[in-house]
């Protein structure tokens, strides 16, 4: 009800009389920044456009494509028939603008610590939207050796106090009592090498959601039942019609 949308995450500010609510990850940023005055969102006019042009980007450009990448790899691949076949347009085309995005940052962050501001830059709400799914890179499948300025933009990043603690919430696993958490997922480099092999033994050539549930839950219920598609049928999770006449 607090999400027209249906989704989260949702901030409602109960410090206002009736409560205010907000929704989208870009739209909360840049209202708490304001409502505290915040020196993560510049007021002068055209370093606040810096700022939030950099914030547009991640919402119109990174998030959904990044997204889209790790959705067709990492949900629809494992769960659908003649997946090489069905979803090689889908995954090619995320793969290269996600490729495509990251080397946008690689040239942004040239000479500069952070992504807006004078000089080498300054923190900002921009810096804070676009570093979840950058520092995703194993997620998406996408190689950032070749991208130092990326690749030093994250390790700068993640030695923020309060980046420790925002990438460990909300510290609970979504596969079973001991599952990992999503953090564990993105720095456990042998967890990742366990998951990969485990996709390869299985014969998929992309791991995924359901190697996790096969590894970690044991025989309870996938919560990503509902992305299977068979040969029998379209596939509105896939995008791409059944192939059969």
Known sequence: KKNPNGRT????????????????SGAILMYLAEKFKSSLLPTELQAKSEVIQWLMWQMSGQGPMMG???????????VTKDADTRL???ITRFQKET??????LEARLEG???????GRGSYSIADIACYGYASAHWWTGIKIENMPNVIRWL???????AVKAGVNVPGIS????SGPTFERLRVDKKLQSDIEEHAKAAGRAWFGWSDLAEMFMKGEASPWASHVSDSKQGSSETGNPSSEK
């Open 9 to 24: 995450p949702t901030l409602v500010d109960h410090s206002v009389n009736p409560p205010f609510s907000v929704f989208e």
């Open 68 to 78: 889209q990448c790790m959705y067709f790899k990492r949900i629809a691949y494992p």
């Open 88 to 90: 090689e347009f889908s």
């Open 99 to 104: 490729v495509r995005l990251y080397n946008v």
């Open 112 to 118: 500069r610590d952070y992504l807006c501001g004078s």
């Open 155 to 161: 390790n700068l990043l993640s030695k923020r106090e």
């Open 174 to 177: 979504n596969l079973g009592a």
